[in-house]
């Protein structure tokens, strides 16, 4: 249905004629004929507000985007809630890769994860950890992490996901990937002074195949 049709529908279930109507939102009769008739092709969105609240539906019922008349819930179905996490570029599940930190792009993602940006990963070396190449990977800013944990590693102007392994009395890391295929980065003494770890990896979104 069009969202006049539906207008007319809502406004004849109450029992109103269109002068009723009109006054009861304030605007005049003329107005509600030509919401009612389609001749008001944008219609104001504080209109359309107003014409949903009258009515107890939600404005995506009342334009015709869905049939389920208002947003309540069931009791025990809970709504969505999502975040902006910034989107920072590319990250390599490979070799390293340039890293894109120009924060250009946000990703909505659940409030449940605690991320502070968020990167794309190209490659397959970290496929073990189910991480494959286009997944958008979530990660907690912080410049350390237990070894064998997952992390966005720069390496000089380079970036690259790997589990982490650091070992301060040999003054050595390792950044170890999940396919083996690759053979694991290993870094000593003031070579250190090139990587820099800018955060953990939380969580990982997948398209579905």
């Known amino acids: ?22 006054n009861l939102i304030g605007v005049q009769k ?31 019922f009342l334009m015709g985007f869905t049939t389920q008349r ?30 894109n930190e120009e924060r250009e792009s946000y990703v909505q993602a659940g409030v449940n994860i605690k991320a502070d940006f968020c990167l794309i990963a190209r490659g397959d070396s970290m496929i073990g950890a189910r991480i494959h190449d286009g997944d958008i990977v979530f990660c907690r800013s912080q410049n350390m992490v237990e070894n064998g944990e997952i992390a966005a590693v720069i390496i000089g102007d380079e970036a690259t996901l790997k589990r ?3 070992y301060p009395d040999k003054q050595k890391l390792v950044l170890q990937a999940e396919n083996p295929k ?12 090139e990587i820099n770890i800018i955060g953990k990896a939380v969580a990982f979104q997948s398209d579905v195949i």
Not at 1 to 22: A, S
Not at 72 to 83: A, E, F, G
Not at 182 to 193: A, K, N
């Open 30 to 60: 003329s107005a509600i004929r030509k919401y009612e008739s389609g001749v008001v092709q944008n219609m104001k969105r504080s209109s359309i507000q107003k014409l949903a609240e009258f009515f107890h539906v939600s404005p995506a």
């Open 164 to 166: 982490v392994y650091y």
């Open 182 to 193: 690759y053979e694991p980065f290993v870094y000593v003494g003031s070579e250190l002074d």
């Open 70 to 99: 208002n947003n309540d819930l069931p009791d025990n179905i809970s709504p969505v809630q999502t975040q902006r996490v910034p989107m920072l570029g590319e990250i390599a599940c490979g070799k390293p890769i340039w890293a």
């Open 1 to 22: 249905m069009e969202m006049g049709e539906i207008i007319k529908m809502l406004r004849l279930e109450k029992g109103l004629t269109q002068e009723q109507l009109g």
